[in-house]
């Protein structure tokens, strides 16, 4: 635990101001990336249906839980049913929405000017503020008498920036320590992947990660005629008390399609590229420039996001925040670091026989890389931005053969490169894979999220 004493100054109000302006202006570009640019056709539709039912419907059972007033009303009968040295008021709770500053949260809670720089300046210390996003939430805590006495900032994954106000203001983050748990489910297709996934419960994002993967060997429209079978085994992090934090991360995927069987290794952690199997051959290596991230626009015309004109889009985007790494996605030497007009900064790798590979609109290069190295799949190589013509931070990525821009997702250079580097272990962590599934199905429902593998991360 670390605890850092701090007194109140102009720094703080200043601090604040820059954060702010910042921050909206990022999230401005943010939101425009969002509109502009188009999933691939097959995840739209479903993407929209998605969005509609992560949100169940809660109003027929508790009414008065909608209502934050409803819940305030029914708060003065409580204080009668407890002796009154208990007595303590209520927290105050706002969860952030779009458009809200930390200073206007805490006007909102009444806070005079002077506590409230006082308390930025003392949460600017353990988190930069330009990171605030809706769905954080920040909570005061009262003393009887009115004071405030905790002001808690609960950010991403379960992690909390608390002040306590004493004689002095103190800070300090609490970082749950999150247990891996494995899980693995079965279904069969109806309709897109994504909306199979969905009915099904199982974590419907994993349907990017196939399209990505298996794009290029599937035909998502003629080959799912409804009734394929598709088992995955995948790993969650879960806090204590069960709450899910980050993102479901895929182990093995298996698509039984009528005439052939795919199946995907997701390698552990620390590497990045994804082996893909053709009944049981392997077939190529995926390793995505950025892992993890959401395919925002794909290959071949579209309307221009910045222009508005119809325009041959020359590559594909990644969308993911400033500064997110962006990995090789083969082997080769670098052949360009630099400017290059609407593309921003630049890094372009030649993977031999006329192929290379341009990451754009980066916010940096790896240190120490230069013209002439020699990279791995998966190495990093710079940082996600937005330099060039660009409309929020993403990752253009681009092949090239002889010059000439080919679709990243479906072009066979890129898979014949690929396949060179498939782990020389493959067939037998296919096998251990395939094991995994089967005894992680063969569980019962209620003991496959408690099979704890690891833990990680530290109280500070
Ligand atoms: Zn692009």
Redesign the pocket.
Known sequence: MKARYLAAGIGGTLALTAGAAMFLEERRETSQVLAHESLPDALVASSALASESDLPDFSASFPILRKPEAVALAFPSIPTELPPESFEPLPWTRTVVQGDTLDALLRQAELDPGLRAEITLAIQAEFDLRGLRPGHSLTIQRSPEGQPRTITLAIDDGVQVVITIGKTVSTRTIEPVPVIAERADELLINGSIFVSLERSGMPARFAVDLAQILGNAVDFRRDLQGGETLKLLWQEKQLEDGTEVGEPRLVYAALQLADARFEIVWPDAEESSATIYHDGEILRVFSPPVPGARLS?VFGQRKHPVYGNMRM?T???FAAPRGTPVKATGPGRVAFIGRRGGYGRVVEISHGSGTMTRY?HLSGVTEGLEKGRRVDAGDQIGQVGATGTATGP?L?YEVRVEGRPVDPMSDDRMTQMAQAEAPADATARLRVARLRLAETLNLPRRRQAPAVLSTKGDRT
């Open positions: 626009s889009h590559g594909v985007d754009a993403n253009h």
